[in-house]
């Protein structure tokens, strides 16, 4: 049975037969077809054996950075046997004039036996033995120059060797060639007569990609729509915040560790003004004095800020609304000055909820923590206490993961501290809970290291389902 050809596989054997032994480049232009086409009908004539593919290798010579400067100024010990061409110079006097290159001149003028160094009470003396004729490095760079040429040019391979042993002197560049010949096979077929109408039903459709939403993208949509169908509404606020909202107002000390250069990013020379009311101010200010019994600097409050989580937005909509009874969510981009790994990133994505009303408790906020992390399909959940600086008493969440056949921790809540609420008139409990969002997105697709959502792998993407 006769071999089904492509359009493109039969114009590379027309070709071929009239033309024997064509490189890529000399098929794409004589057949008129683009490189992608070329490459797509040779790799098929040879999978049917119709088609020998040789490959080549060669390689050019070109001048580094460092060979430019070379060929155009002297090398390091050409420029020294012109120093001191018509006299001896002082050792210290050449270093002035050749500075980094001193070294080097030397010790290649000496090799030679160009020069003759003497010692007398002042120092060290450089002297000409003669003047050399250009050297086989020199002769080189010269043919060389500003053009690309074959290595197999060169002839004094010892010199181009010792060239090469220069930094940035030498850029060797190796290009293939693959070169194709047809086989006694397809000398022979009639590419106008074969499969004439045929139709080659096993052939592999093309695969067409359509737009979609990144995976992290459809979880932060998810968890948006999760909250939502909790009766939660958004708010949003400012990636930059002053050191107030993001710090002060969460009853964190001035001196507390988080508020580090190492752990937090500073806006430089930026200070904020009118962030705050002046009432505001002084009963935070109160706070901190009675508190943690230290002089609360205004000043430091004033710093900008990247803000390291979304809870400054939340207890800035408690402070300027002073709700009885809420059910409010913030969702955003956060920063942390933490050294990057497979968990953790300089920027990632927070998600924050906060209820308020007038008998909320604990076990109120467990049972919206569970019923938000079942809507997400994790079932297996439970709380471990411990401690977190703005609320108290505080619970980490676990969940179960099947896969790893561990716990793993997610979100933190408990309930905002007095010092956090009482200052803005917040009288009833509030409820706070909040994480990253990376680390559900890491649960969902089963990925181990949380850089591969920013890799732009289009394979991953590609590949990975919109439903989990």
Known sequence: MSQVLHPIEKTIIKLLQ??????????????????????????WLRLKNLAIVEESEKFFLTLGKNGIAANTDGLPERKLVNLVSNASVPFDDLRKKLLDDMNVA??????????????????SIVSLKSKPDQTSEEKILAAIGHNKIPQDDIKDTLALESLKKRPDYIILESV???????????????????????IDVEADVPRVYAARTHPLKDTINEIREIFVSLGFSEISGSLTQPGFWN??????????PAREMQDTFYIKDKLAS????????????????????YPWNVDVAKKMVLRTHTTCVTINYLAENKPSEARVFSLGRVFRNEKVSYKHLVEFNQVEGIVVGKNVSLRDLMGIQTQFYKKLGLNKIKFWPTFFPYTEPSLQTMVYNEKLD??????????????????????????????????????????????????NNLSWLRSTPKCQ
């Open 18 to 43: 009239s033309e024997k032994n064509l490189t890529e480049l000399q098929i794409m232009e004589k057949a008129k077809l683009s490189m992608d086409q070329t490459r797509r009908g040779i790799e």
């Open 106 to 123: 030397i010790a290649n003028a000496k090799k030679n036996d160009w020069i003759t160094i003497t010692k007398n009470e002042s120092g």
């Open 176 to 198: 293939k060639t693959r070169t194709l010949s047809l086989s006694e096979q397809a000398k022979s077929i009639d590419v106008d007569a074969a499969d004439s109408g045929a």
């Open 247 to 256: 710090f002060d107002a969460l009853f964190t000390p001035q001196d507390h």
């Open 274 to 293: 009118n962030f705050a009311t002046a009432s505001q101010i002084n009963q935070v200010s109160a706070s901190h004095k009675k508190g943690w019994k």
């Open 406 to 455: 561990k716990w793993i921790e997610l979100f933190g809540m408990g309930i905002f501290r007095p010092e956090v609420t009482r200052p803005f008139g917040i009288t009833r409990p509030v409820l706070a809970w909040g994480g990253g969002i990376e680390r559900i997105a890491m649960l969902k697709y089963g990925l181990d290291d949380v850089r591969e959502f920013y890799n």
